[in-house]
């Protein structure tokens, strides 16, 4: 069963300006974290934030915040600001006491384009 | 090092051949990932070390896969008799803490982009 959702292909942004990318999830676990991680065209997998399922408030790294919906099981990256070294690969990810020793599990990821 | 080292960045391979890719962790981390990145998807597991021992080897898709860490630290995944459908990005990740623990950030390295002709 698909673990992480990123329904979003691809977003485009206009420089300065937020954007959304959208994430759900699907676990059973009550005890779970959630990671975005952004990926440029050079390859490297870079981590953003992280959130805890027992976390009360959204986390928030600079310019990156989690909404994070537990209801819903949603847990959207909000990039405020938008620069034009934003545009990569954003992936969602999320590792739950299920996971085999810490093991992640990934989104198909969104594609980000910010524009002048 | 300072970071995850991942070598070869690019290898090219003759359908049937064998290739090693190697991987280089954060010096002193405990937990080393590998991944399968293909084209268009997010990383899929593949197997997982802790140290020396391999906990996990369930992602790998078939038994020409084979992963070792020997000493605990370097790391080379084995692809024998590769196949087209084997071309993707293989990526190292390492972590040093172990198991689920919330925020058990892994960090990555840039990856083996592996195409089979």
């Known amino acids: 069963a698909q673990k992480i959702t990123q329904t979003q292909p691809g977003m485009f942004v206009q420089e300065k300006e937020a954007v959304t990318l959208d994430c759900t999830y699907d676990t059973s676990d009550p005890s779970y974290g959630l990671f975005w991680y952004k990926q440029p065209s050079s390859g490297e997998m870079i981590f953003l934030i992280y959130?805890?399922?027992?976390?009360?408030q959204n986390a928030t790294e600079g310019r990156y915040s989690l909404n994070f919906q537990k209801a819903r099981k949603s847990a959207n990256l909000v990039i405020s600001a938008s620069q034009l070294g934003d545009s990569a690969m954003y992936f969602c990810a999320m590792n739950d006491r299920g996971s085999t020793l810490g093991r992640l599990y990934f989104g198909r990821g969104t594609q980000l384009t910010v524009w002048p | 090092g300072a970071g995850v080292s991942q070598s070869p960045r690019y290898k090219v391979a003759k359908r049937g051949q064998d290739v090693a890719l190697r991987c280089d962790p954060i010096?002193?981390?405990?937990?080393l990932f590998w991944y399968q990145q293909a084209l268009g998807q997010g990383p899929e597991f593949l197997t997982y070390f802790q140290n020396e021992a391999q906990l996990d080897k369930s992602g790998l898709p078939s038994d020409r896969f084979f992963a070792e860490r020997p000493e605990g630290s370097v790391s080379t995944l084995k692809i024998q008799r590769t196949q087209q459908e084997d071309s993707a990005v293989y990526l190292c990740?390492?972590?040093?803490?172990?198991?689920?623990?919330?925020?058990?950030?892994?960090?990555f390295g840039a990856g083996s982009r592996l195409t089979v002709l």
């Open positions: 959130q805890g399922s027992y976390d009360q």
């Open positions: 990740a390492s972590s040093s803490r172990q198991g689920f623990s919330g925020a058990n950030v892994l960090t």
């Open positions: 010096s002193g981390h405990v937990s």
